[in-house]
């Protein structure tokens, strides 16, 4: 069956640095665009990161700009989310999302913590 298993979420200090990964498996990894989203404690959730199939093409909010990097390893099954120079206000559950918007399909992690915080 379809998952997404996110991993990667920890307690960061202001200013530190985090990694996190999400590993794909039961369908066709290399086709799908790949999001990362996040949802703060009583906020909407809201799209981060996305990245194209083959990997060519990313965009971000204009909050994590020049500060976060989405990048994926099709051989992996994987995308990540590369998290420099953390803001208290990046604290939230962050969700990986695989989307196909030919088909409209779209599939979602169980999410995992980011707490920024000293």
């Known amino acids: 069956q379809v998952q997404l298993v996110e991993s990667g979420g920890a307690l960061v200090q202001p200013g530190g640095s985090l990694r996190l990964s999400c590993l794909a498996s039961?369908?066709?990894?290399?086709?799908?665009?790949m999001r990362w989203y996040r949802q703060a404690p009583g906020e909407e959730r809201e799209l981060v990161a996305a990245i194209t199939n083959r990997g060519d093409s990313t965009t971000y909010l204009d909050a994590v700009k020049g500060r976060f990097t989405i990048s994926r390893d099709n051989a992996k099954n994987t995308v990540y989310l590369q998290m420099n120079a953390v803001k208290p206000e990046d604290t939230a559950i962050y969700y990986c999302n695989a989307y196909r918007p030919v088909v409209r399909m779209s599939y979602w992690g169980q999410g995992t913590q980011v707490t920024v915080s000293s």
């Open positions: 039961g369908f066709t990894f290399s086709i799908y665009t």
